[in-house]
């Protein structure tokens, strides 16, 4: 057991370009989730794959932001034309099959900025 | 979903017991309280979780509120490394998504 893998840890980019965060999940975990973190708060929710369908996404995830997950393993999350509001740390998450009695794994974070 | 709300900071001496405060007035039956706690430049880590009852682990105890409008995470012997963000969060299980919803988090400084 890895953990939860996420890549690149940072990304420098200039406003307008397209980005792309990959995550691994742990292998045996069915359930992955992407968060966002701006500095001083809490992690907010943005999406929920439970396989390899995407079940929920967040008002947060307007029509720039796009995931998969593809296989049902790794997960992208592409970002088109950035703007500066969309620097922040991005987070993903696994979990198992048992519902809310079962803790979530993080990764480390991409860390994004946008110049 | 679950608002949660916790004090913005917090400061301990090392090796005192820690009791750190967290509000989920709007918590449904069926939302598990989850803990988890976070170092500058990486992922929450989980601490603890629990439904109703208390709940003690290696880390830390949870005491849930009977009424379960609250719940406090007690650190019984603060260390150094215990120092980061604690977020309170409660974890959706009466949809599909299972989802945690964070708040802002308490700084916890725990002091030599």
């Known amino acids: 057991d890895t953990g939860v893998s996420q890549d690149p840890r940072h990304k420098i980019t200039k406003r307008g370009q397209n980005v792309t965060f990959r995550c691994d999940p742990i292998?045996?975990?069915?359930?992955l989730y992407w968060y966002r973190q701006t500095l001083g708060q809490g992690p907010e929710f943005l999406t929920y794959f439970q396989n390899e369908a995407q079940l929920e996404k967040s008002r947060l995830l307007s029509d720039r932001f796009s995931a998969e997950r593809p296989k049902g393993s790794f997960s992208t999350l592409e970002i088109q034309r950035t703007e500066q509001g969309d620097s922040a740390m991005y987070l993903c998450a696994s979990s198992g099959n048992r519902g809310g009695n079962e803790k979530l794994f993080f990764g480390s974070g991409t860390q994004l900025s946008v110049l | 979903d679950a608002k949660t709300t916790q004090p913005n900071s917090m400061e301990s001496n090392e090796e005192e017991p820690v009791h750190l405060p967290c509000n989920h007035s709007t918590i449904s039956g069926t939302d598990y309280i989850h803990w988890y706690r976070q170092l500058p430049s990486q992922g929450p880590e989980y601490v603890i979780h629990?439904?109703?009852s208390n709940v003690n682990n290696r880390m830390a105890s949870l005491a849930i509120a009977e009424d379960r409008k609250s719940s406090t995470l007690i650190l019984h012997r603060a260390t150094l490394r215990d120092a980061a963000v604690y977020y309170c969060s409660s974890r959706n299980s009466g949809g599909s998504n299972y989802k945690l919803t964070f708040g802002k988090g308490t700084l916890l400084t725990v002091n030599p």
């Open positions: 292998s045996e975990h069915n359930r």
């Open positions: 629990g439904l109703t």
